[in-house]
């Protein structure tokens, strides 16, 4: 396939633009219309419904049911049905409801009532056991903490992300640049070879001269297919990333929305080091992550600490008899108050349980020390990195000045006759290959960069920053 034909290829990947594709479209799309990062986002939605599944453990409910006696010396029926409310507040419920007796019941039955039965009205609290903290209550304050425990996650996410998607843009990017170099060096020895073939035909120059140009034609025809082979696929990667704003479909930059150049790069200032680590430790999610673990782990070592003491639970009870037709040996109105006393004598399981969790929040603490070393140590490695990145950029543009010189003074020669065509061939690939390591350079700078902000989460959302 010809090199016009391969462009023809490239171009028709995506429409003409007008303005050229910078970075902040690409991240854009990121935010908006990523599928992993939206997946990620679903974390809070799920987090949320976990908080409310939690919360069913204090819905009301309904409690019904009956007793009949099909044989004996007693005959009678009960039936009851209730309303429990349990109580967020230390651990009791209340309830209340109806209860109707029929038939002959012994007049010690407690379920025996009047003609119109009776309504009921009670609580029931712990006072020691289940009382500042219980299972439902610990589940419902943990799925809370899981609600918060998604920022971080997503957070992480979104940093991975943008870091992913800022270095395939400029890998694009000097695909595309390299791509024009190639080019240009096809063009130079393209046009030459006119000038050689008018220079053969006048005997001023040898017939095998035009042919070692004519190689050089095709050698630099097929770097040229390489390039171009090179951009397409970065453009391929970097569609992922950049998508359409109404259907979210992988857009394929064509050449024409190449920037002319790289932006700016200034060396960063190696005194903000201390202040960007902080800064890191504050934005970075992986500390928030393990502080909110160490919370949920708390609320388990209170459980804990709560299965170990008795249950003392109190209850208190009122019958109120409705209609008149009330038998003689029935008050009015009851009031029962119940005390009950509980305690398993070994405790196995909430000590192993204390045991588990205490040791359990010991890594935790140590993991949360580790991550502030982790921290600190990516974003010095990658400050490290982004200053030598700088200063390798800064001698490939030298390096460039200086084979440019070399070629136009060799060209000069040429000119003349006083050095040969293979002589410049050698000056002009060596000019290519300083322009090139410029272009990778650069590439490498703002790699570097990416990495860095990462490093120091310069680019988190507030949204999802909470302190």
């Not at 000045?401 to 000056?427: H, M, P, S, V, Y």
Request: proline letters at 4%.
């Amino acid at each position: 396939m010809s090199c016009c034909v391969l462009a023809g290829v490239i171009v028709s990947f995506a429409p003409a633009a007008e303005k050229p594709l910078l970075l902040a479209e690409v991240l854009a799309s990121v935010q908006n219309r990523y599928p992993p990062y939206l997946a990620a986002l679903i974390e809070q939605d799920i987090a949320n419904g976990r908080a409310r599944q939690a919360l069913g453990s204090f819905d009301l409910n309904l409690n019904a049911g009956g007793a009949f006696t099909p044989s004996g010396y007693y005959d009678g029926q009960t039936g009851y049905a209730t309303l429990e409310q349990p109580l967020s507040m230390w651990g009791g419920s209340v309830y209340g409801g109806y209860r109707l007796s029929s038939g002959f019941l012994p007049n010690y039955n407690k379920d025996r009532t009047g003609i119109d039965g009776e309504a009921l009205l009670g609580f029931r609290v712990p006072l020691l056991r289940d009382g500042k903290i219980d299972k439902r209550r610990a589940e419902l304050w943990k799925a809370q903490i899981d609600q918060d425990l998604a920022d971080p996650i997503i957070l992480r996410q979104f940093l991975d992300f943008t870091r992913a998607a800022t270095i395939t843009y400029y890998t694009w990017l000097s695909a595309g640049q390299r791509l024009r170099l190639a080019e240009e060096l096809l063009r130079i020895a393209k046009d030459r070879d006119a000038a050689i073939a008018e220079q053969v035909r006048k005997g001023a120059s040898a017939a095998i001269v035009q042919v070692d140009n004519e190689r050089l034609v095709v050698s630099r025809e097929i770097s040229v297919v390489q390039a171009i082979r090179r951009f397409q696929a970065a453009s391929i990667e970097l569609s992922l990333f950049h998508r359409t704003g109404d259907t979210a479909e992988p857009v394929i930059s064509s050449r024409e929305r190449l920037p002319s150049s790289f932006p700016p790069h200034p060396r960063p200032d190696e005194n903000q080091i201390v202040a960007d680590i902080a800064k890191a430790t504050i934005l970075r999610p992986e500390i928030r992550r393990i502080e909110l673990t160490i919370d949920k782990s708390q609320i388990d070592r209170r459980l804990a600490k709560n299965n170990l003491m008795p249950n003392i639970d109190i209850g208190v009870q009122a019958a109120q008899a409705l209609g008149s037709n009330t038998p003689s040996d029935i008050e009015n109105t009851e009031i029962e108050a119940k005390i009950e006393f509980k305690m398993p004598l070994q405790r196995r399981e909430a000590q192993g349980r204390l045991q588990a969790v205490d040791a359990q929040i010991e890594r935790l603490m140590n993991d949360k020390k580790f991550a502030r070393d982790r921290i600190a140590a990516d974003v010095r490695d990658s400050f490290s990195a982004l200053i030598a990145a700088h200063d390798a950029l800064k001698q490939t543009r030298r390096n460039v000045e200086l084979a440019r010189q070399l070629q136009a003074a060799e060209n000069e020669r040429l000119k003349q006759g006083a050095t040969d065509l293979l002589a410049l061939q050698i000056r002009e690939q060596a000019s290519f290959d300083a322009q090139v390591f410029e272009v990778e350079a650069q590439a490498d700078y703002f790699r570097a960069l990416a990495n860095y902000r990462a490093a120091i989460a310069a680019d988190a959302p507030v949204s999802l920053i909470k302190k």
